[in-house]
């Protein structure tokens, strides 16, 4: 596997002052050497300004955040990072690869969840290069490759949890936010370590039933909410029964048998869990006749 290096750089702006004074000098030095005739000084101004234009060539600019991959003949010879105008060896071929932070956002994928139920899942994932020889070396494309093992990524990470829990300890996609994105994370990081690229963050940015049941669902969602509510409810109701029928007996308004117990916690019950208003009902007689 290659690592990067760092390879020193020399400042541009020295090598183009010695490149103008050496063509400068040579065009004099070719200009008196036509002048006297002289064969081997005119080759050896040519070959010096030859080799001033050549050296001229191996300067470049590089931005802040930014490598360049530097290559001679097939051999990797380092990465430049000192931002500015450098120079390096002219023979050099040298790719440029960002280092900024970049953002890749997954298409909405069709998968089935843990309980095999179609589900619609997109990501986003903050990623960026951190070694510029694995990234250009190790793998084809860097950038299809995020692409491609963020997406089997997040099929992989939708297999493995259900949609909605119906239990307190059991994670889920849609109920354990926090806990599926750093396991997001730590998956797209395993596969794209070894193409130099280190992920900052990732986490879902689209969750929903597929089309074909997202109806049926809903209606189980309503269903289950409901039935949520009911025992709040309840247990709200059975509370306050409980609080009535003390603060009656410690306050001795009335004495009440289980009969008229019962009959007045059937009464309390009805009123506190009814969905709608109750409509009152005057009874003049007692409550045995």
Not at 136 to 141: C, P
Not at 204 to 232: D, F, N, P, T, V
Request: aromatic share 8%; glycine share 6%; with cysteine.
């Amino acid at each position: 596997m290659i690592r990067e290096r760092v390879r020193p750089t020399v400042t541009g702006f020295l090598v183009l002052g010695i490149v103008f004074v050496l063509i400068v000098t040579a065009g004099v030095g070719f200009r008196r050497a036509v002048m006297a005739q002289d064969p081997l000084s005119v080759f050896l101004w040519v070959l010096l300004f030859v080799a001033a234009v050549i050296g001229a060539r191996g300067v470049f600019v590089l931005d802040p955040n930014e490598g360049k991959v530097l290559q001679l003949f097939g051999a990797y010879r380092g990465t430049a990072r000192t931002p500015g105008l450098r120079w390096a060896n002219p023979f050099y071929t040298k790719k440029r690869v960002s280092l900024r932070i970049r953002n890749f956002e997954s298409a909405r994928l069709k998968v089935n969840d843990t309980d095999g139920n179609p589900i619609e899942i997109a990501a986003v994932v903050v990623w960026k290069v951190v070694d510029t020889a694995e990234a250009v070396f190790e793998v084809d494309d860097f950038e299809n490759y995020v692409k491609v093992q963020s997406e089997a990524a997040v099929r992989n990470l939708a297999t493995r949890y259900p949609y909605d829990a119906h239990l307190d300890d059991v994670l889920s996609l849609r109920g354990s936010t926090a806990e599926v994105a750093k396991d997001l994370k730590h998956e797209v990081q395993d596969r794209l370590s070894k193409a130099g690229v280190e992920v900052i963050e990732a986490r879902l940015s689209h969750l929903a039933y597929a089309s074909e049941i997202a109806a049926a669902m809903l209606r189980r969602q309503q269903a289950g909410a409901i039935i949520a509510a009911r025992q709040k409810i309840v247990e709200g109701a059975v509370g306050m029964v409980d609080m009535a029928l003390e603060l009656l007996a410690k306050s001795q308004l009335v004495k009440l048998d289980e009969e008229r117990k019962a009959a007045m916690v059937s009464n309390m019950l009805v009123v506190l869990c009814a969905d709608r208003e109750v409509q009152p009902v005057v009874n003049t007689g007692t409550l045995y006749q």
